[in-house]
Every structure is written in structure tokens, then in C-alpha cells.
């Protein structure tokens, strides 16, 4: 079978998956991940979608999931052809291919985040807009000092930047006939010019990272690149947390690698519909879908 992965970004994380991590994660993995969140290791913590939608709960949270399901899924896949990662999932994406341990990438998240949050003062958002042309999206983004941050698909763009301006911008995207609106679960203007000092400043914790082949390509969110060595995989790490991330494009790269199958790791099912939407011929499902590992496992297997 030809596998393809895809790592979920922010915002769909839930409680549910606070629970899953603090249950399943153990040893060296469970060790890193307590000194970066240390309310894991409490057997009752107040988790609410506030909490978990801050960035220094949320990144390690998340890749922490994510590396989590990797680990009980690996043995029983194949060699996935290629992975990709939605921002944050990047991340994720790049450690399953071998850039960096687990151990190692839950610390690297908590010092994105730390970056991410440094970069920027007062209150900030993303918006997805559905429904109405880009050129349209941008100009208006652009008129309430925001800018275009993801391209998930043609007439579907998320913004970003100050919270005042999302607020404002929202009745004029409703007003103009926008589909559907949908305020993400994101605290940060993430892959616009306002993260430039972020990106740095997180390069500087990946360059130090030595270079290795990577066990399969991973596709940049940023335009697609497949990168097969660690060191241009965490460049552009690096380069996406300040730049508009083509989503649409990638999950055409993905398309073109030919999978039998696409496997969606991380919280929620976003990323699987987007790909539906956009291969209806190749069979797709989120880990989230299921009840269990064996279920996926033999979804997968029946496929092949």
C-alpha cells in the first residue's frame, strides 16, 4: 500500500485528547512533555478550550497526541510515501520522518510557541472565510490590518492579525457574502510578517540539529518542496511560521505522489475533508474517526 500522512494543526484539540495523551504517554516522551506542562501529570486539571487554545498548551499538546498515535500505529504501516503537516503539524510530520526525536521535538514546541508568543503583544486571531473570491479576501483582510495566512483551497483562505481587526472584518466578509466564518482556536497571527522575529529566533533551536536523510519525503506547507534531508525539512519549519502556507498546493503534491490511502494524525478531521473534497477517488480518514487503533489499522489493511 502507498501511505500518506497528514498532521493536524491547532484548534481542534479538546479535552479528549488532553486525556489521551495523559494516559498514553509514558517513559523518556512522558518525562519532556511534564516539564513543559507539568498539570499532565495531574490525575484531575482544570482543561477548559481557553486553556488549550493557548499556544504554550497547545503545541506541545498536540505534537505530543500526535507522536503518541505515530508510536502505536508505526509497526503495523507500511512506509509511508510522504507526510505533510499543517503548521503546527509539520512538526509532527517532520519528527515521524526522522528530523528529530519525539523527546527532542516536544521541547522544540514549547520554544516555538514561547517565540511565536514573544513576537507579538495584545490580542490576536485567525478567521476562516469561505465563499468568497481570494483576490476579494485579501483586499478586505488587507483594509483591517490583516493579512492572508493559510490558502486552504480556492474561495477558502484563513486571516490573521490583531483581534480588533478580525472582529471588524467579520460583518464585512458576511455582508459581502461569505458562506461560512469560522474563528480559530489560535491565539497568534501565525505565517504572517508579524512572525518574522519568531522565525528566527526558533531557526536558531533547529540549526543546531544535525543533518540526516530523512526515512520519507516531507512536503512544506509552505509550497509543496518535498524535503528528503532534515536540514531543508526544518528550514522550512522555520520559514513557515512567518509565511503564507499554500495548503491547497501541498495537498496537491500529495495528490501527484499517487497514494492508495491518506491517514489524517492529530486532533480533529479537518484536513481529511479538505483532501475528500479534493480526491474523492483516494480513500481518506482521520485517526479521529476511529474508536480505536485496531480500527485504523484495519481500515488500512482493508484497503490493501
Not at 12 to 32: I, K, N, Y
Not at 174 to 189: D, F, K, Y
Request: aromatic share 4%; charged share 15%.
Amino acid at each position: 500500500m502507498r501511505l500518506a500522512l497528514l498532521f493536524s494543526g491547532q484548534g481542534a484539540q479538546t479535552a479528549a485528547h488532553w486525556q489521551q495523551v495523559q494516559a498514553g504517554v509514558s517513559g523518556e516522551l512522558r518525562a519532556a512533555l511534564a516539564q513543559v506542562l507539568p498539570d499532565i501529570l495531574d490525575p484531575n486539571p482544570t482543561v477548559n478550550p481557553e486553556k488549550l487554545a493557548k499556544n504554550k498548551i497547545a503545541q506541545p499538546l498536540i505534537f505530543a497526541q500526535q507522536m503518541l498515535l505515530w508510536s502505536q500505529l508505526q509497526g503495523h504501516l507500511p512506509r509511508p510515501i510522504c507526510a505533510a503537516g499543517y503548521s503546527l503539524g509539520e512538526m509532527a510530520a517532520c519528527s515521524a520522518a526522522g528530523a528529530f526525536s519525539a523527546v527532542e521535538g516536544v521541547r522544540l514546541c514549547a520554544e516555538r510557541a514561547a517565540a511565536m508568543d514573544d513576537a507579538v503583544a495584545g490580542e490576536h486571531g485567525m478567521l476562516a472565510v469561505l465563499g468568497l473570491d481570494d483576490a476579494l479576501v485579501e483586499s478586505m483582510a488587507a483594509e483591517a490590518g490583516l493579512a492572508v495566512a493559510i490558502r486552504n483551497a480556492p474561495r477558502h483562505l484563513v486571516v490573521a492579525g490583531p483581534r480588533a481587526g478580525i472582529i471588524a472584518v467579520a460583518g464585512q466578509f458576511e455582508a459581502a457574502g461569505a458562506s461560512r466564518l469560522v474563528h480559530l482556536a489560535v491565539q497568534t497571527p501565525s505565517h504572517t510578517p508579524l512572525l518574522v522575529k519568531a522565525a528566527a529566533n526558533f531557526k536558531k533551536h533547529l540549526d543546531v540539529l544535525p543533518d540526516c536523510r530523512l526515512a520519507f519525503p516531507v512536503l512544506s506547507a509552505i509550497d509543496a518542496t518535498a524535503a528528503r534531508m532534515a536540514g531543508p525539512a526544518r528550514d522550512a519549519l522555520a520559514r513557515q511560521i512567518c509565511t503564507l502556507l499554500d495548503w491547497a498546493a501541498c495537498l496537491q503534491g500529495v495528490r501527484e505522489m499517487q497514494p492508495d490511502a491518506v491517514l489524517e494524525i492529530g486532533p480533529g478531521n479537518a484536513l481529511a475533508r479538505l483532501f475528500g473534497e479534493l480526491a474523492p477517488e483516494i480513500p481518506v480518514r482521520a485517526c479521529d474517526d476511529f474508536r480505536s487503533i485496531d480500527g485504523i489499522v484495519c481500515w488500512l489493511k482493508a484497503g490493501s
